[in-house]
């Protein structure tokens, strides 16, 4: 069965420093993956998905088959940033499972 | 384009009641996902349609149904209401299998 696991609820870090945000997923077949984002009463949007190998407002995530894991990073956190992320694997026929969510609060 | 529109905004249900929830997808998709949201959890898929035909399904009972109508816009019906179904449910619409485009969702509440 095919699971997405985001392991904290809550993250805080102070403007500037690195962040993280966890994904894991269990899938027996091919995995694409996809971060989104919902900003503070906007809808849930498109942030970035591993085939397209880019980075949108400087976050980036890399796909590891071997820990199965797709973590988000970014170097330098803004308070822009602070916001709902959500990890999300795609099966075959565009069904989506998403995790349950971490929510990032940048201090300034 | 306004992209992808639900309708009504909120709604208040008492169990048993059935609910009909609405979608209009976004310019040139024609596929359209339903996605059920409980507090404190991600989104989770009821199921997906296509050519006006149910195309892919969730672990959802058959209390959820739906239907496409051919410009594309769909509706979600939930009979025999139950507390658990008090939730957010989004509309998400594509081109295809491509990427999913999502609305503001409807917050239904079950008294």
Redesign the interface.
């Known amino acids: 069965a095919q699971r997405?696991t985001?392991p904290e609820?809550l993250l805080s870090v102070f403007k500037g420093a690195p962040v993280e945000l966890k994904c894991n997923y269990s899938y027996s077949g091919s995995p694409e993956l996809f971060w989104?984002v919902q900003y503070s009463r906007q809808?849930?949007?498109?942030l970035l998905?591993h085939i397209s190998r880019e980075s949108i407002k400087g976050f980036t995530a890399d796909l590891n088959k071997g820990e199965t894991s797709f973590h988000l990073k970014k170097p330098f956190a803004q308070e822009e940033d602070s916001a709902m992320y959500?990890c999300?694997l795609r099966k075959t026929?565009?069904?989506?499972?998403?995790?349950?969510?971490t929510s990032l609060t940048v201090i300034p | 384009d306004a992209g992808v529109t639900q309708s009504p905004t909120h709604l208040i249900k008492t169990r048993g009641q059935q609910v009909t929830l609405r979608c209009s997808p976004k310019s040139g998709h024609d596929t359209v996902s339903w996605y059920q949201q409980a507090l404190g959890q991600g989104p989770q898929f009821i199921f997906q349609y296509y050519e006006e035909e149910e195309r892919q399904r969730g672990n959802f009972p058959d209390r959820f149904s739906g239907h496409q109508f051919p410009n594309y816009s769909s509706e979600l019906n939930v009979n025999a209401l139950l507390l658990g179904d008090s939730a957010l449910y989004l509309c998400a619409s594509s081109p295809g299998a491509d990427t999913q485009y999502f609305g503001p969702g409807t917050r239904l509440t079950v008294l």
Do not use: D, H, P
């Open positions: 997405v985001q609820k989104y809808r849930l949007q498109l998905r959500y999300a026929g565009n069904q989506f499972y998403f995790g349950t969510g």
